[in-house]
């Protein structure tokens, strides 16, 4: 059952008590949906509800309970079925691997990262967030637009990586 586009399912989602468990909390989102609440859909939406970044299909296998019997089909269905629900937001990252998250986290990462700058690592891919100067970096716009938000990425190659070309890793 997919929801209709025009209300994304997490617009009314229950408030949940910041102590939760992530389980506790997947299964009351479940309810909300009015979708059938599995061992393996709980798992995985605690994932996503306990990450603090997006996962990758392999990360969320990696972070599901090992007694917990999920196979890795299950993990493709179940993450598609999210975003189906519109509870999840699913985008390919630049070396081309989907990457899952919630959308209320997705939401938030956004507006935060509007505030500042970001380090993007052109070798291992990781982005770093990068202390604001104070200074505003929109440029200047022709009359009759209108700046929402800037994004500046500054690309190269972080500390880790950095040390790792000099002595000659790959």
Not at 131 to 145: L, T
Request: hydrophobic share 40%.
């Amino acid at each position: 059952m997919t929801r209709p586009t025009s209300e994304p399912a997490h617009a009314h989602a229950p408030a949940l008590p910041a102590e939760a468990e992530p389980a506790q909390a997947a299964q009351a989102r479940l309810r909300h949906l009015g979708a059938r609440v599995t061992q393996p859909r709980v798992a995985i939406l605690a994932c996503l509800i306990e990450a603090d970044e997006p996962l990758t299909h392999q990360a969320v296998i990696d972070r599901l309970p090992p007694d917990g019997d999920v196979d890795r089909v299950t993990v493709y269905r179940v993450l598609d079925w999210l975003v189906d629900q519109g509870v999840a937001q699913k985008r390919a990252g630049k070396d081309r691997v989907f990457r899952f998250t919630l959308l209320e986290h997705e939401a938030a990462r956004a507006q935060v990262h509007r505030q500042h700058s970001h380090f993007h690592c052109t070798r291992c891919d990781r982005t770093f967030c990068l202390e604001s100067a104070g200074k505003s970096v929109a440029p200047r716009v022709p009359s009759g637009f209108a700046v929402e938000h800037v994004e500046l990425t500054v690309n190269g190659l972080c500390a880790d990586c950095g040390r790792a070309r000099a002595s000659g890793e790959h």
